[in-house]
C-alpha cells in the first residue's frame, strides 16, 4: 500500500514537470513514505534521513519530507529527531505533497535571486543556495481530508509494465490490539466503484495485464458507504465490474479479513475467472485466547472454515497467511494451536513475524511480554515447519504446465525472466524480455527451490 502511494506522489511530480531519480545526490527534493507498522521501519526511515541530510551541503535547496504512517504518528516531533526535515505530511495528504515540495523550492530559488551578492558574483542559483535556517519554513500537515481516499489513483507507467496495484480504499475500522493502522490511516473509506474501473481501464489501455486490489480489510470495501445488490457486498460487485474490463486479465486482492469474508466472496472464485487463485489471508494465530487478546472477532474454526470453503470453489487455490509469534501472554500450548493450524491448512507460504511492541497500541501495555528468546525460538520452529510444507508443494510441481503472467527481468538474474503462476509463485525462465514481458506463456516446470520455480516456456512447433 506504501508502494501504491509513493507512485501516486511520483506522478504528481512527473506530470509537474520534474524527473524521477534514483540517485539521491541528485534530487531537489527527497522524500521517504514511512511504515509504523514494526518499530524496525520507523528506526531504519529515521537513520536513512539523517545520512541523506548531507546533500544540504552542497545543495542548500533541497527539500526533505516524511510521508505515511510515521508522519501521521509522530507529526511535529520528527522535526526534532531530524534537523533539516522540512516537511511531514501523513496519510491523508499523499496528494497535497507535491504543492508543497514545488512551492518551498520556488521560495529558496527565489530568495537567492533576490540576493544581489549572487548575481554579482554570477553563481547559478543552485550553486549559491545556502542552507535554510533550522525551523525555517517547516511543514506540517497530518488533519484528516474527506475524500483523499479517491486521491491516491494514478500511475507512473515505465515501459511495459504487466501488473499494477489500485488502491480502493483507505483506512480500518478494526482496532487489533497490536496493530497501529486505525491511528495512522484513520476509518475505511472506499472509492466509488466506477472511479477505480476508470483507474483499471487506463491501466488496459497502458498495457497492464494483472491487477491487484489493496486496502486494508479489502472484502470490507465500501461496507459503510455502498448497498449491497442483489445479495452481493461492494466488494463483490467491485470484482465483477472489474472483471469486464477488457485487456485485464488477471485479478488479484489483498488483504482479506476473516470478519466478512462471506459466500458471495467465496462463491465469486466459481464464475469470475479472472480472480487469480491465490488468497493472502491474514490467521495472525491458531489460538482463539489469542485471537481475543489481540481484538480479532472470530474464532480459529471460522477461519479454517473460510479456507476449506474456498478450496472448494477453486480446486487449485494456494493460500498464504500472516502469524505473530510471541504475542503478550502466549503460552506452549497457545503456539501449539498455531502450529496445528499451520499443519492442517498446508499455507503455500507464511509471513512470520515475532511480536514486536508497536507505541500507542494496547498489546505494547499488555503484561506477559514474552521474552524475546522465546519469541526467536518460536519463530524459527514455525519457519522450519512452513519452510518443508513451501519446499514439499512446490516440488510437486516439477513435470507440471503451468500458465504464467511475465513481469519482466528477474531481480535477482537480470539475464532471466520472471514471472508468477495464478498462485502466485515465482518461476524463473529464459526468454526474450521486450517481446515477453507483459505475456501470458505455458512454462514447464524443471525445478524448484523453497519458494522458486524454474521452467522452460513450451514451444508451439
Ligand atoms: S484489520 Fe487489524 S491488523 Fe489489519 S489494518 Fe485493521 S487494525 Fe490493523
Not at 88 to 104: A, L, P, S
Not at 110 to 137: F, I, K, N, W
Not at 396 to 410: D, F, H, K, M, Y
Request: with cysteine.
Amino acid at each position: 500500500m506504501n508502494e501504491r502511494d509513493s507512485e501516486q506522489v511520483a506522478r504528481m511530480f512527473v506530470e509537474g514537470g520534474y524527473t524521477l531519480t534514483r540517485e539521491e545526490q541528485d534530487a531537489d527534493a527527497i522524500l521517504v513514505n514511512t511504515c509504523s507498522v514494526r518499530d524496525q521501519a520507523e528506526q531504519k526511515a529515521l537513520g536513512k534521513m539523517g545520512m541523506m541530510g548531507k546533500h544540504r551541503e552542497k545543495r542548500g535547496h533541497v527539500v526533505y519530507g516524511f510521508m505515511g504512517c510515521m508522519a501521521q504518528s509522530r507529526g511535529e516531533e520528527l522535526f526534532d529527531r531530524v534537523p533539516h526535515l522540512d516537511l511531514v505530511v501523513g496519510t491523508q495528504k499523499y496528494h497535497r505533497v507535491f504543492g508543497y515540495v514545488d512551492d518551498i523550492l520556488r521560495r529558496r530559488q527565489e530568495e537567492r535571486m533576490d540576493d544581489p551578492s549572487m548575481a554579482l558574483e554570477g553563481h547559478t542559483v543552485e550553486e549559491g543556495a545556502s542552507s535554510p535556517a533550522p525551523g525555517e519554513g517547516r511543514l506540517v500537515d497530518t488533519g484528516l481530508e474527506k475524500d483523499s481516499q479517491n486521491t491516491i489513483r494514478d500511475h507512473v507507467v515505465a515501459g511495459k509494465q504487466a501488473t499494477a496495484f489500485v488502491s480502493i480504499m483507505q483506512g480500518c475500522n478494526m482496532r487489533c490490539s497490536f496493530c497501529i493502522v486505525p491511528d495512522t490511516r484513520g476509518r475505511e473509506r472506499g472509492r466509488p466503484i466506477p472511479d477505480v474501473v476508470e483507474e483499471v481501464e487506463r491501466l488496459a489501455q497502458q498495457g497492464t495485464r494483472e491487477v491487484t486490489l489493496l486496502g486494508q480489510i479489502v472484502n470490507l470495501y465500501g461496507r459503510t458507504e455502498f448497498a449491497k445488490v442483489n445479495g452481493k457486498s461492494p466488494f463483490v460487485q467491485l470484482l465483477e465490474a472489474v472483471h469486464e474490463v477488457e485487456g485485464i486479465e488477471r485479478i488479484r486482492f489483498t488483504s482479506p479479513h476473516p470478519i466478512g469474508y462471506r459466500d458471495d466472496l467465496v462463491e465469486a472464485f466459481t464464475y469470475l475467472p479472472k480472480l487469480c487463485s491465490h488468497i493472502h489471508f491474514p490467521m495472525q494465530s491458531g489460538s482463539d485466547r489469542i485471537l481475543k487478546a489481540m481484538r480479532r472477532p472470530y474464532r480459529n474454526e471460522k477461519f479454517i472454515t473460510i479456507c476449506e470453503k474456498m478450496k472448494a470453489a477453486r480446486a487449485d487455490l494456494a493460500i498464504t497467511t500472516d502469524i505473530i509469534v510471541g504475542f503478550p501472554t502466549e503460552t506452549e500450548e497457545d503456539f501449539q494451536a498455531t502450529v496445528d493450524c499451520v499443519k492442517r491448512l498446508q499455507f503455500d507460504n507464511s509471513f512470520i513475524f515475532r511480536y514486536s511492541k508497536r507505541k500507542d497500541t494496547p498489546a505494547a501495555e499488555m503484561e506477559g511480554q514474552i521474552p524475546e528468546r522465546v519469541k526467536e525460538e518460536r519463530n524459527q520452529e514455525l519457519l522450519k515447519i512452513q519452510g518443508e510444507i513451501a519446499t514439499r508443494k512446490n516440488a510437486a510441481l516439477i513435470g507440471t504446465r503451468q500458465e504464467i503472467l511475465c513481469t519482466g527481468p528477474s531481480k535477482t538474474n537480470k539475464e532471466r525472466l520472471s514471472g508468477r503462476t495464478t498462485q502466485n509463485k515465482i518461476v524463473i525462465f529464459d526468454g526474450d524480455e521486450t517481446r515477453l514481458t507483459g505475456e501470458i506463456l505455458e512454462v514447464d516446470i524443471e525445478d524448484s527451490t523453497g519458494f522458486t520455480l524454474f521452467g522452460k516456456i513450451v514451444t508451439r512447433g
